[in-house]
C-alpha cells in the first residue's frame, strides 16, 4: 500500500504533462461550431458581379457546395486563391464566394461603391486565379453573423438540400483540403 | 508654426470623430445598463480572451451594433445571449453552461478534497489503533499481535533497503 502511495506524485505530474503537451499542438482558433447540421439562414442577397441576380438558399440547392468566406483586403483569402481555383479545375470541386465586405469608415472618407469593388475583384481573380461559380455580396454581413462567421477566410461545406456540413475557420490549403475537408465534401457530392 | 496647428487641429478632430461614433441612444436607463452588461460578457470570436466591448474586430463592431439593436427591440439579456450563443456557440459567451463536459469544472476539485479528507481520516485512525495497542498492557489479540510483528519487519527491510548504497 504505502508502495503504491509513492508512484501517485509521478503519475499526477505524467498526467499533468500530457495534458498540458496536447495543448501545444491543438489550434486555439478552433472552436465548436453552431452551424454544423442546420440549415443555411435565410437571406436574399444579390450576385456580387451581376446585382439584378437575387441569391436565396433555396437557389442554391440542388449541389454540394464549398461556401468561402473571403475579400480582396484579406492576404491569406487572396493567397488560397491559387489552391482553391486548381480545386475547381482538377477536382471539380464547387465553390460559391461569400464576398465579405469591411466596414467603411465615412470619417475617412471612404464610401461604398460596387462598379469599383467589382473592378478590384475582377482584377485580383485574374492575376491569382477564380475558383468562383459566382460571389454573393454580404453588404452588411448579415448572413456571415448568422453563420456565425467571425471573420476571412472561412469555409463551410453544404450539402444538396441545403444543410451545413462543417465549418472551417482559416484558409484552405493541400493539408487542411485532404484531411479535414475532402472527406467530408466527397460524402455528401456522393449522394444521390 | 502651420503645420503644427494643421497637426493639432487634426488631431483633436480625429478624437471627435472617434467620440461620435460610438454614441448609442437608449431609451431608457435600463437598456443602457443591459448594453454595458451583455457588451462585457459576451466574448469576442476573433481576437481571444477580449469582450465586444473591448475589442475593435469587424465581428466585434457588428455584434456591438446586433446587441444595441436587440436590446432596442427589447430583448431580454437572456434572449440576447441565446441569439449570439445560437451564431457562434457557447464559446462566445463568457460563463459557459453546465453540460456532460464541464460539470467536472465543479465536480473534480470536490471530489479530490473529499479524497484527500477521507485519506486523511483513515490514517488518523491508523495511528490511533497502533498508539491504543502500543498502551494497552495486556497482550494483544494474536491476529494483532501478528500484523503488527510484520509491520515492523517491513520497517527494518525498508530500513536496511534505504542504507544500501
Known sequence: MRKGLFYIPLVLFLGLSLFLLSGLFSDPRERDSAIIGKPLPAFSLPDLMNPQQQWTPESLKGETFLLNVWGIWCPTCNAELGYMSQLRNEQGVRIIGLYYVLPEDPMFGEVFDLATLQKDVQSRLQSFGDPYQFNILDRNRRLSMDLGVSGAPEHFIVDADGIVRAHHIGDINPQVWRSKLAPIYQQWAAKP | ?165
Request: aromatic share 8%; net charge neutral; with cysteine.
Open chain 2, 1 to 165: 508654426m502651420k503645420p503644427l496647428i494643421a497637426l493639432l487641429l487634426l488631431v483633436s478632430f480625429s478624437v471627435l470623430a472617434d467620440g461620435n461614433k460610438e454614441l448609442l441612444t437608449f431609451e431608457s436607463e435600463e437598456q443602457r445598463r443591459l448594453y454595458a452588461q451583455l457588451t462585457a460578457e459576451l466574448r469576442c470570436p476573433q481576437c481571444q480572451n477580449q469582450n465586444i466591448a473591448d475589442s475593435n474586430a469587424v465581428v466585434a463592431v457588428d455584434m456591438r451594433e446586433k446587441t444595441h439593436e436587440l436590446v432596442q427591440q427589447g430583448y431580454s439579456r437572456q434572449q440576447v445571449l441565446d441569439y449570439m450563443i445560437d451564431r457562434y456557440g457557447n464559446f462566445v459567451h463568457y460563463q459557459p453552461p453546465l453540460n456532460r463536459i464541464t460539470i467536472w469544472l465543479w465536480l473534480l476539485p470536490a471530489l479530490v478534497l473529499l479524497a484527500l479528507f477521507l485519506f486523511q481520516l483513515k490514517r488518523r485512525a491508523g495511528q490511533t489503533a497502533l498508539r491504543y495497542r502500543s498502551d494497552q498492557s495486556a497482550e494483544p489479540a494474536p491476529s494483532a499481535a501478528k500484523a503488527e510483528l510484520e509491520q515492523q519487519l517491513d520497517n527494518i527491510i525498508d530500513r536496511y533497503r534505504s542504507n544500501k548504497p
